[in-house]
């Protein structure tokens, strides 16, 4: 199964589309499109291992593989890529069902 999840970052103005892809429900590997340097270093460690396992990554107690691929590249704190992309993994591996999220921001 697949997903996908469209990032529009915010005030960078980058765009980023991830896609996860599972055959088996599980082992899950993105495919990553961005207009940003930073989130391509995100996309090749992403990459390294391969296959991120689903169960581990929505295991509270478990460190996420994918925010820590966020970490080592050294995205932005607040890059809502990482968050994205476990939202596509999810939908993908069937453990949520699609629908949009979103953050509005503003002052005061």
Known sequence: MKSAANVQAGICGHLTTVQAETSD???V???VETTCDNV???KARLAADDTVDAYEEINPKASSRVLACGH???LCTDCIV???ALK???VATGLALPAD???TIGTG
């Open 25 to 27: 429900g599980r082992r």
């Open 82 to 84: 990482p968050a994205a």
């Open 88 to 90: 596509a993994l999810r």
């Open 29 to 31: 590997t993105f495919t």
């Open 101 to 103: 999220a979103a953050v």
């Open 72 to 74: 080592d590249a050294a």
């Open 40 to 42: 391509e270093r995100f």
